[in-house]
């Protein structure tokens, strides 16, 4: 837990959640919070949890949360749509991007980040000007512009469905970007470039969760506070070495963890 | 599932053409049967060879079979309990357009069709049917100038005699199909076009077909021929008022195509579709063919077919000149109840003759989407190819698509490649959509969009616009 005072309000609070699928417990109590130009981990083995909660904090329709809160730059977002969420700030980097046939990239990203503008009160773009924007975003993650043309995801490989979230992140400039697993199945020039684009992305407002299995990410992003999570709770909280940590003894003493308090 | 259930909302639609326009008509008795092919014949002061043409086809429709080998299922058309000739009452002759019956211009005022001088659309010629008969043809003196003669077929038999007597029944012979052979009994109106020798047609031509009748059927037939050297695009649309009881529309359309000719021919089909009960709703069975007689000439179907309780519709091209082009491309949409089997044949018979089938089913609701299509390859269709992709898209869990491709080829030295594939909008793909800010509701609309946009991108500029509301009227209710 932190306890340390912060001047500034928190970005997301996470209150003591729970929430299931089909009536299957999932979460058992989660709680976090993160403060803006943070970096957080969430570290686990697969099926702890941790890309539930994500989905969960996206809005994912498919899990019911039955206890606790999310709370959103002061306001609980439990029942806003995703779309409202994501309008409203909440960026997730997705595991598995998915594909949308016959929808153009391009397109795609424009009434993706119109949504977000008009949020915002912020202009909306035409055609011109947005690809003025993306052209100029696309430095970012090294993609080259003929992936606008394409459909959503469609025939990306593994690398490249991550840079386009990335892209995402880059044009929606979240108020807090969640990154599921974004380091699984890169190579390490895809890795570095993914993680220098996050890097350039963030800033002092934002808030950044990093959900991810290795240290290998972490070594390219420092992360602040590192959680380790166990059947549906995060059961460790610690500084940038409890990665260090993980990475040398492994998870298999958070099988049996009784939490400690 | 939560998206389930919002899917199932948002494809409720209202149906905004589903009023009825209070109009006096004039209705012939119910039934079937040599008298009343008499009297609708005389009613239009035909030629006794039309009247022969009639008769010859109703003695023929008499002894066929309603085709079953559909995969649709609805209950026994009564063919006694049809009205087959219902007009709205006006003068006698009408000289011009002032003298058509208000409530009829204002019909199509509503439909988005208007007719009078001051309102009409510039840039494309409208032919306007009500139930049995044309009402209005824009356009015709500047057309005329060119040569172009688009009229309604009644006007045409009665001035165009020649042309009608040697093209009437050379592409859909009156005896075709049970369907067919019914129109060519009972046709009361519908649309003509002639596009002579090298000239390639100046604007855009257009039927709206309109049944406001509840209880008379609509057979129009339409009969387009383009000479050597010429082109033309045409459109074609419908609508008709909710009813809960079922209506007949058996239409003929017939294309020629004469060397190095081209005819377009676009529909977008959105006859009433019964209600979510499945009551009401048009019964729309129509046979469409063109045939390509000239060398290097072309004819292309692109239909967008979203209503009517059930479609059975097949526009067809017989490829005869050498180096002809067929093409089909295709959107049906069902929801609710609606059932649709719908395709082309593409028949090849001249030699290097190409044809291209594009067809994408979309099933929501509990409705069922069948494509169903034939490519054939003659003996002398030698260096002839064919491409079909048909694409059935899922909307929900209780929707049915089924695709049932016939390839027969008697020529070696042909090609012929078709491609299917099946999917399913998911709820993962909706969450991807949504987490990035975008609505429900514009979401199922985008991959829509994108997974017909093969279609959209064959038709005309003024209805792919059209088609892509219609769509997303059809899938989104409230929006847009």
């Known amino acids: 837990m932190q306890t340390k005072m912060k001047e500034s309000e928190p970005i997301l609070e996470v209150n003591n959640l729970f929430a299931s699928t089909d009536d299957l417990p999932i979460l058992k109590g989660v709680s976090i919070n993160v403060y803006p130009g943070e970096i957080h981990a969430i570290m686990g083995r697969n099926g702890c949890g941790k890309s539930t909660l994500s989905k969960i904090i996206a809005g994912h329709p498919s899990y019911n949360i039955t206890k606790g809160e999310i709370n959103f730059l002061g306001k609980n977002v439990n029942s806003l749509e995703p779309e409202e969420r994501a309008q409203s700030g909440i960026f997730l980097g997705f595991q598995y991007p998915i594909e949308i046939p016959g929808v153009s990239n391009l397109e795609f990203l424009r009434v993706s980040t119109n949504a977000r503008r008009k949020f915002l009160k912020q202009e909306e773009l035409d055609t011109f000007d947005f690809e003025d924007l993306v052209k100029e975003k696309l430095e970012l993650v090294k993609m080259d512009s003929a992936f606008l043309s394409r459909s959503v995801n469609q025939g990306f490989s593994g690398g490249e469905k991550k840079r386009n979230e990335i892209l995402q992140m880059a044009l929606l400039d979240p108020a807090i970007a969640i990154l599921d697993e974004t380091d699984s199945g890169l190579d390490i020039d895809a890795l570095r470039i993914v993680a220098s684009g996050i890097k350039k992305i963030s800033n002092n407002k934002m808030g950044i969760i990093l959900i991810t299995h290795y240290q290998r990410l972490l070594n390219e992003i420092k992360p602040d506070y590192v959680h380790v999570m166990s059947d549906g709770q995060i059961i460790k909280t610690g500084g940038s070495d409890l990665a260090l940590e993980l990475e040398k003894n492994g998870y298999e003493w958070t099988d049996n963890f009784v939490k400690e308090n | 599932m939560v998206n389930e259930n919002l899917v199932k909302d948002v494809v409720k639609e209202p149906y905004k053409y589903g009023f009825v326009t209070d109009i006096e008509t004039e209705k012939i008795s119910k039934g079937l049967n040599e008298d009343i092919i008499r009297l609708i014949s005389s009613k239009k002061e035909e030629p006794e060879y039309l009247l022969n043409f009639r008769l010859n086809a109703f003695k023929k429709w008499q002894q066929m079979k309603e085709p079953n080998w559909a995969e649709l299922g609805y209950d026994e058309i009564n063919y006694q309990d049809i009205i087959y000739y219902s007009a709205p009452k006006q003068k006698e002759k ?140 045409y459109l074609e649309g419908c609508t008709a008022p909710m009813f809960d009881t079922n209506t007949l529309h058996a239409a003929v359309v017939e294309l020629i195509a004469l060397d ?112 169903r299509g034939l490519v054939k390859m003659g003996t002398k269709a030698i260096g002839a190819k064919n491409y079909s992709q048909c694409d059935s898209m899922l909307i929900g869990d209780q929707a049915s698509a089924n695709t049932f491709p016939y390839i027969t080829s008697q020529q070696q030295n042909s090609e012929i490649e078709h491609e299917a594939s099946t999917c399913r909008i998911s709820e993962d793909q909706l969450f991807y959509l949504q987490s990035r800010g975008i609505e429900f509701e514009e979401a199922v609309s985008m991959m829509v969009s994108g997974f017909c946009r093969d279609v959209f991108n064959q ?20 929006v847009g």
């Open chain 2, 459 to 478: 038709l005309p500029m003024e209805f792919a616009a059209e088609a892509d509301k219609l769509l997303a009227l059809k899938l989104e209710g409230s």
């Open chain 2, 94 to 233: 009408i000289s011009s357009l002032d003298e058509v019956d208000p409530k009829l211009l204002e019909t199509f005022d509503k439909l988005g069709i208007p007719l009078t001088e001051q309102k009409k659309l510039t840039n494309v010629a409208v032919d306007a049917v009500f139930d049995s008969v044309s009402i209005a043809t824009t356009f015709r003196e500047e057309l005329a100038e060119h040569g172009v003669i688009f009229c309604s077929i009644s006007e045409a038999v009665k001035n165009h005699s020649d042309l009608i007597e040697k093209y009437l029944g050379s592409v859909v012979p009156a005896t075709d199909n049970y369907f067919a052979a019914l129109n060519s009994a009972v046709f009361s109106d519908g649309s003509f076009v002639y596009i002579p020798k090298g000239v390639t047609c100046p604007m855009d031509l257009s039927s709206y077909f309109r049944i406001n009748s509840g209880d008379s059927g609509q057979f129009e037939r339409t009969l387009i021929i383009a000479e050597e050297s010429s082109s033309v695009s």
């Open chain 2, 260 to 371: 190095d000719a081209s005819i377009k021919y676009s529909t977008v089909q959105n006859w009433y579709a019964g209600n979510e009960e499945g009551i009401g709703g048009i019964f729309n069975f129509v046979t469409k063919r063109g045939k390509c007689l000239g060398n290097r000439s072309k004819i292309s179907w692109s239909q967008v077919e979203t209503g009517s309780a059930i479609t059975w519709k097949y526009p067809s091209c017989l490829l005869l000149g050498e180096e002809s082009i067929g093409e089909f491309y295709s959107v049906a949409l069902t929801n609710n109840l609606q059932q649709a089997d719908t395709g082309t044949k593409m028949i090849h018979i001249g030699p290097k003759t190409k044809s291209t089938i594009v067809s994408k089913g979309i099933s929501a609701g509990k409705s069922k989407n069948s494509y």
